[in-house]
């Protein structure tokens, strides 16, 4: 396969494929991502307008879970993943393999809040070929109004001395190992993607079941490309839960 790039194009992937089990009524007969945040926007509609307001390139959303409602977003062009229940979130990110492999794209999740800074950072970051994924700096305070025990969920981030992650998604039993935590947004270009495909998709059985964090786990072990961490210091919550969405609720309040 010949790598290459095209273009200084930013194209966005939003990833809204998943059901969103655990957010139980909320979610039993819509898709996660619209949850509402308030009577008039959902959480898709603000991760929309985010990449609307640094005028990128159409947007793209994989769906799965009731893709029928996404048909009122006529902007967007629309991807459907058919096996959203059997495959994770990077099964539905190969769907948008068209675009990754011609165009520098920013990915998000749909489930994620995050203010305008969020997208400018990953927009106007130099690194010309690699992945450059966000890192929440006050994740600490986060998780522990999510969680009674922190630790019992947090996931190890270690980085370098070029701000280069090193260690992602694997058991955490103490805070020494985590130095941020991925918020579900990064940036890749079409080498990097290129690469990925040619060193994983024939190595790695079952690829479309494995979630980003360990995607990036496999890139840093099999060497494929740099991953850089850019730090977020704004508002940013992810709704995993009922709990997750009390707290995010709460928190726009304050």
């Known amino acids: 396969m010949k790598l290459k790039t095209r273009s200084n194009k930013i194209f966005p992937i939003?990833?809204?494929?998943?059901?969103?089990?655990?957010?139980?009524?909320?979610?039993?007969?819509?898709?996660?991502s619209f949850v509402r945040i308030d009577k008039k926007?959902?959480?898709?509609?603000?991760?929309i307008e985010k990449f609307e307001n640094s005028v990128l390139e159409k947007i793209t959303i994989i769906t799965g879970y009731k893709s029928d409602q996404f048909?009122?977003?006529?902007?967007?062009?629309?991807?459907?993943n058919k096996k959203w229940k059997t495959t994770n979130i990077f099964?539905?990110?190969i769907h948008a393999d068209r675009i990754l492999s011609k165009y520098v794209c920013i990915i998000s999740y749909a489930d994620i809040f995050y203010e305008q800074e969020a997208i400018e950072i990953l927009k106007n970051s130099k690194t010309k070929r690699?992945?450059?994924?966000?890192?929440?700096?006050?994740?600490k305070k986060y998780w522990k109004k999510r969680f009674?025990?922190?630790?019992?969920?947090?996931?190890?981030?270690?980085?370098?001395?070029?701000?280069?992650?090193?260690?992602?998604?694997?058991?955490?039993?103490?805070y020494s190992n985590i130095k941020g935590q991925y918020m579900g947004l990064f940036k890749i270009d079409p080498y990097s993607w290129n690469k990925i495909k040619i060193c994983l998709f024939k190595k790695i059985k079952n690829l479309n079941k494995i979630d980003i964090t360990a995607l990036f786990q496999l890139i840093i072990k099999n060497k494929i490309c740099n991953i850089h961490v850019k730090n977020y210091k704004k508002k940013w919550f992810e709704i995993d839960n009922i709990k997750d969405y009390k707290v995010f609720k709460k928190s726009l309040k304050n």
């Not at 926007?41 to 991760?47: A, R």
């Not at 690699?130 to 994740?139: E, R, T």
Request: no cysteine; proline share 3%; charged share 30%.
């Open 91 to 93: 099964g539905s990110l």
């Open 14 to 32: 939003i990833l809204a494929a998943g059901r969103g089990s655990r957010m139980g009524n909320l979610t039993k007969n819509k898709p996660k």
């Open 130 to 139: 690699g992945i450059v994924v966000l890192s929440y700096k006050y994740w």
């Open 71 to 80: 048909k009122n977003f006529k902007k967007a062009d629309k991807i459907r």
């Open 148 to 174: 009674k025990n922190p630790l019992s969920d947090l996931e190890t981030f270690r980085v370098n001395s070029k701000n280069q992650l090193i260690e992602i998604g694997n058991r955490a039993n103490s």
């Open 41 to 47: 926007k959902k959480l898709i509609d603000n991760v």
